[in-house]
């Protein structure tokens, strides 16, 4: 066998090696919620001022709440009990945040690939909470 092989045979298929995980925001799922939470904070700058009590701040709300029930769930490992209920707490939220991505593009707040790709990160999201 090669330097660079496996038993499995094939020039570089070793094994990804993997980052140690030291605080939740090194989670790759915190990452990417706070990103799009940060994305969709920026968009709904140009919401109109009528709906800044209600779509505009749900939204905003919600996205964040996907970030942060991420974090108080990785503090809270140690319980699996609520541990759970914060990964639950946090699909949630990305599910909630989805629902609102939904009604932004329908009323045409946000242009749809737009809409699309924001939706899909928060699918992202959800699986690996799931998995």
């Given at each position: 066998?090669?330097?660079g092989?496996n ?5 570089g ?21 706070f990103?799009a ?5 920026a ?14 701040d ?9 970030s942060?029930n ?11 009990a609520?541990?759970?209920s ?13 629902t609102?991505?939904q ?9 749809a690939?737009?809409g699309r ?10 699986r690996?909470?799931?998995?």
């Open positions: 066998m090669k330097e092989e038993e499995s045979g094939g020039e298929a070793k094994k990804p090696r993997r980052r140690m995980v030291r605080r939740h925001t090194d989670l790759e799922v915190y990452q990417r919620s990103a939470a940060m994305k969709l904070f968009l709904s700058r140009k919401f109109p001022v009528e709906e800044r009590y209600s779509l505009t749900q939204v905003r709300r919600s996205s964040r709440s996907v942060a991420t974090a108080e769930a990785w503090r809270k490992r140690r319980y699996p609520a541990f759970v914060k990964l639950s707490d946090a699909e949630g939220e990305a599910a909630e945040t989805q609102w991505i009604f932004a593009v329908s009323c045409g707040y946000l242009e690939e737009v790709s924001l939706y899909s990160e928060y699918t992202r999201s959800s690996c909470w799931s998995t």
